[in-house]
Antibody, heavy 122, light 107 residues
Framework: QVQLQESGPGLAKPSEALSLTCSVS??????????WGWIRQPPGKGLEWIGN???????HYSPSLRSRVIISIDTSRNQFFLKLSSVTAADTAVYYC??????????????WGQGALVTVSS | DIQLTQSPSSLSASVGDRVTITCQAS??????LNWYQQKPGKAPKVLIY???NLEAGVPSRFSGSGSGTDFTFTISSLQPEDFATYYC?????????FGQGTKLEIK
């Protein structure tokens, strides 16, 4: 059974960085069949795609966040990571990690973590 | 970026009703569209991919259609567990984008 679990601080200070880890079980993050993604949702609002990463390290980022975001991967630990720098209150959101079906599939996010609320506040 | 506009933003309906949500893309995305269901406090769940293919395990009362710029998501007979927010999402081009969501409420 595939499971994803976000972890990291629930509070970030303005102008500092937000860092989250997504731990994957039940699937190999090294598989060429998947990308691994981050999506966020501000309280009471809709979904926003942040970016994806492949086992090779290849990434795609949202243009609106590209200057502040880094997504990385550690295949030895079956984890991938999100770092968002220079955060403001507008970055307060539930952050989801998700598996993106890719090679041989029609791309879609088929497994999601439960979400991690990160609040930006001093 | 490809913008997705869902209509309506909210909808009240009763158990047993037939419900339709539309999603309009700002550019031709062929059929590269997914539909997700999200319940309060939960992660989204994919229901439809490629505009009309039903994800495994999803009840057949859910369906999708459309191509190009205009897409439709239908629930043929609403069940109590279907009251949720629904999102369309395109994967024709990066950046992936979502519609703003349609909140389906009990009448």
């Amino acid at each position: 059974q595939v499971q994803l679990q976000e972890s990291g601080p629930g509070l970030a200070k303005p102008s500092e960085a937000l860092s989250l880890t997504c731990s994957v079980s039940g699937a190999s993050i090294s598989s060429s069949r998947y990308y691994w993604g981050w999506i966020r949702q501000p309280p009471g609002k809709g979904l926003e795609w942040i970016g994806n990463i492949y086992y090779s390290g290849n990434t795609h980022y949202s243009p609106s966040l590209r200057s502040r975001v880094i997504i990385s991967i550690d295949t030895s630990r079956n984890q991938f990571f999100l770092k968002l720098s220079s955060v403001t209150a507008a970055d307060t959101a539930v952050y989801y990690c998700a598996r993106l079906l890719w090679s041989g599939f029609s791309p879609r996010f088929d497994y999601w973590g439960q979400g991690a609320l990160v609040t930006v506040s001093s | 970026d490809i913008q997705l506009t869902q209509s309506p933003s909210s909808l009240s309906a009763s158990v047993g009703d037939r419900v339709t949500i539309t999603c309009q893309a700002s550019h031709d995305i062929t059929n590269f569209l997914n539909w997700y269901q999200q319940k309060p406090g939960k992660a989204p769940k994919v229901l439809i991919y490629d505009a009309f293919n039903l994800e495994a395990g999803v009840p057949s009362r859910f369906s999708g259609s459309g191509s190009g710029t205009d897409f439709t998501f239908t629930i043929s007979s609403l069940q109590p567990e279907d009251f949720a927010t629904y999102y369309c999402q395109q994967y024709d081009n990066f950046p992936y984008t979502f519609g703003q969501g349609t909140k389906l409420e009990i009448k």
